[in-house]
């Protein structure tokens, strides 16, 4: 259902199979909160920022993030975009999917667009057909890596706060020197908090803020050099490698092709 973003919404007082919303949101942040459904949250325009215990998530427009009822979490919008998040019952067969983000092809992207715009209080047997076609694929869709966790030593989180508020983390050298740790000690810290090496890690954090930055507008060639690559160039191949495609195919496949990107 269409719904204004002042008005207050919990999802947990309905007893339907699949609740919907949809809205036009601007910035907003929902604060930490969890619901007792299971909550698919989709941007058909824009990105959206998730965040949960010691882990970043970022949503690209047209990717679908699944978050199993019970979890922690709070969304960060920063601009206009077509917002639409679904909540669904526990009784239905999709309790053993996993937090993740997945790309949405066209039948799903429909099959989201209808349920986001349901009457509140539909029939049960009205719903179940779509929810059939919306199972198979959630369990089908092609899962993507937008997610950074953040280590939990203590002697990183000074540095990490500011990471937080958009610090570009530095090469391991300069970390180093910053935090007064020896280059072996925080490779260790990585490797056991977080599952990868300082390197891959710092890689990711460039990839996630450079497709939070492009959604948001910014020209290519800032974003390489706020990202402190050598070159444009040198940027479209790093996030080719990363992604399979350029900047530019990447954002006209998920429908917010920004203009600045047009000659690349």
Known sequence: MKINPEDSFNP???DELVIGIASDMGVHDSGMHSHQRHQ???SAAGSITIELDNTLCLLPPRRAAWIPSGTLHRAI???????RSLYFSCTLPLSDLPLQIVEV??????VIERMAFWQWGMAEEQQRSLITVFCEEIKNAQSENWTVRFPSDSRLSAWLDRVRRGELPPRLGQLAQKVGACERTISRIFIRDTGMSYQSWRQQWR???AMEMLCGGWPLSQVAQHLDFVSDSAFIVFFRHYTGTTPTRYLRHSGAENQALSSV
């Open 12 to 14: 947990d007082r309905f």
């Open 207 to 209: 990839l996630m803020k």
């Open 105 to 110: 092809n066209p039948l799903f992207f429909e």
């Open 40 to 42: 698919l949250l989709f």
């Open 77 to 83: 919008m920063n601009g206009a975009m077509a917002y």
